[in-house]
């Protein structure tokens, strides 16, 4: 079952998607137990729901740990931080009934400032879109690797902070007047830029003393927790019980994932190991988190099992939960249209962007992606990893379900991947992780026959309706061997989760 052991006291959860696979459900399980929780990657762009004694709560940048008062959280060194959002997120929290004593954040963190969160919207807006979540946090690690990024330290030393922003403000600065002064101040004007408090005028756009003033006061309040997170888990690992709080997922990975519609952190569990100080040997186990039998996208990539194809990105891109209610106010989950199952799914699981309210894209469960998420950067040992399918119960009244096994390239002959050309027709078990490959990769699907009974309220895997132990076989069928399906979840609630 899934839980800390003598042999098992760093543990980790990772998405194998793109991101809500709904780690949040299985990382509480963990927390409850774990002394530490800590996040290493990622910032106000994730969002996990988390249903914590009948209560739903959703959190962004801080720890899941926040739920339990004896645990620490920990937001480590490669977790971006905007100030801003974390105080508004810690204030919720506490008016929910959390403490937040336990939390620590790295004084390392990466620091978002309304600089990069502009970058992002502007670049959204009127630039190459990809459809970002807005939280300003690609242009946060951008600016760490062109060496003019901020970290939380700076909040603490006035000075140093004015230098700073000053630095960057100046780099930036030939950019942002490309765009027209109007965009600027409407974007900076925002409510959760603190209604444009941080807007001066077309000339300078910022008024960097106004950022100070709100940066130092979050400095104030959190002084004392702010420190070196990296010791804190190094001095722990092996001696107290520590869960690594994966965000987003592999596919949406800088270093790993369908590149370039992914964030801009690594979130493989190499990524995650070294957000917060250690190396993923030095995690005893991995739970790895898949949803099934359906995925799910936000924002704009590839996604060759898109239930809908283009149809359905563009709908989703273009459209609000509201309208698709009014629109298909009773969707088919087994109508012949594809695309309408594929909204009749995202209603079902409440697929809507915790972050942001996207409607989030839906796909059937493609093995050739999960393949390489699980081989991807060494891949996971055997025996150190097991995968976890999420949200089986959704399949519950669906006639069929499709599983993805395999690809047939479908674009133009003799395209290149490395010393391969691939020819039409060609079959690839294992993703092609290549912008133009895998958006020309069509899928070849296994049809497995529906379950069509309620797995809610099973709790033994011997009660499970054959149909699904066969779609389940499957998929580690054309998975591979290496790393097994450990347990399955058919509910939100944590005791909702059945073992192999
Ligand atoms: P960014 O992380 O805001 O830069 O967005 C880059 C891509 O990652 C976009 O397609 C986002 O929709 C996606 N993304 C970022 N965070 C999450 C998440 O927590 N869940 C799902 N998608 C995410």
Redesign the pocket.
């Known amino acids: 079952m899934i839980g800390f052991t003598k042999d098992r006291t760093t543990i980790a959860v990772v998405g194998a998607q793109?991101?809500?696979e709904g780690k949040g459900k299985i990382a509480d399980i963990l927390a409850r137990d774990a002394h530490i929780v800590a996040r290493g990657t990622?910032g106000s762009?994730?969002?996990h729901t988390i249903i914590h004694e009948g209560t739903a709560h959703v959190l962004h940048q801080l720890p899941c740990g926040i739920l339990y008062p004896n645990t620490l959280s920990v937001i480590g060194r490669g977790a971006a931080v905007n100030p801003l959002a974390l105080t508004r997120e810690i204030n919720a929290a506490t008016d929910a009934g959390m403490s937040c004593h336990g939390l620590r954040i790295s004084n390392h963190a990466r620091l978002v400032t309304p600089i990069e969160i502009l970058i992002?919207r502007i670049t959204e807006a009127e630039g190459s879109a990809?459809?970002?979540?807005?939280?300003g946090?690609?242009p946060t690690y951008t600016a760490h690797v062109e060496r003019r990024g901020l970290f939380v330290n700076d909040t603490l030393n006035k000075e140093e902070l004015k230098k700073k922003l000053q630095h960057s403000v100046e780099a930036v600065m030939p950019f942002l007047r490309a765009f027209h002064p109007g965009t600027t101040r409407r974007i900076l004007g925002a409510d959760d830029m603190e209604k444009g408090a941080f807007y001066k005028d077309p000339d300078s756009i910022f008024n960097i003393d106004a950022i100070i003033d709100v940066y130092r006061e979050f400095a104030r309040r959190f002084r004392e927790r702010i420190v070196n997170t990296d010791r804190l888990i190094q001095s722990n690992v092996g001696k107290q019980k520590i869960l690594l709080e994966g965000?987003?997922?592999i596919l949406?990975s800088i270093e790993h994932g369908t590149y370039p519609?992914?964030?801009?952190s690594d979130s493989t569990l190499p990524g995650l190991a070294e957000g917060v100080g250690i190396q993923s040997r030095d995690v005893d186990h991995t739970y790895v988190v898949a949803k099934a039998p359906y995925m799910t996208?936000?924002?704009?990539?590839p996604f060759p099992t898109e239930l809908g194809g283009k149809t359905s990105a563009q709908w989703c891109k273009n459209n609000t939960k509201e309208r698709e209610i009014e629109e298909y106010p009773e969707p088919d989950i087994n109508s012949d249209e594809m695309f309408e199952r594929g909204v009749a799914i995202r209603r079902l699981g409440n697929e809507y962007?915790s972050?942001?309210k996207?409607l989030?894209r839906i796909g059937w469960l493609d093995i050739p992606l999960l393949h390489h998420a699980l081989t991807c950067g060494g891949g996971f040992q055997s025996g150190r990893a097991s995968i976890i399918l999420t949200k089986l119960d959704m399949g519950d009244t669906m006639d069929d379900v499709r599983l993805c096994i395999a690809y047939h390239y479908a674009g133009k002959k003799g395209y290149a991947i490395g010393s391969s050309r691939l020819l039409p027709g060609k079959r690839m078990c294992v993703a092609p992780m290549d912008q133009y490959a895998l958006a020309n990769s069509t899928p070849l699907y296994r049809e497995c026959r529906g379950w069509k009974c309620s797995l809610r309220g099973i709790t033994s895997a011997n009660d499970l309706p054959r149909a699904l132990l066969e779609y389940i076989a499957a998929i580690q069928e054309y998975a591979g061997d290496d790393v097994k399906i450990d347990a399955i979840s058919v509910g939100p609630r944590g005791h909702e989760t059945i073992a192999l």
Do not use: K
Request: glycine share 30%.
């Open positions: 793109w991101g809500d990622g762009n994730a969002g992002d990809i459809g970002t979540t807005g939280r946090i690609g965000s987003q997922g949406l519609f992914v964030t801009s996208r936000v924002g704009d990539g962007g972050t942001t996207r989030r």
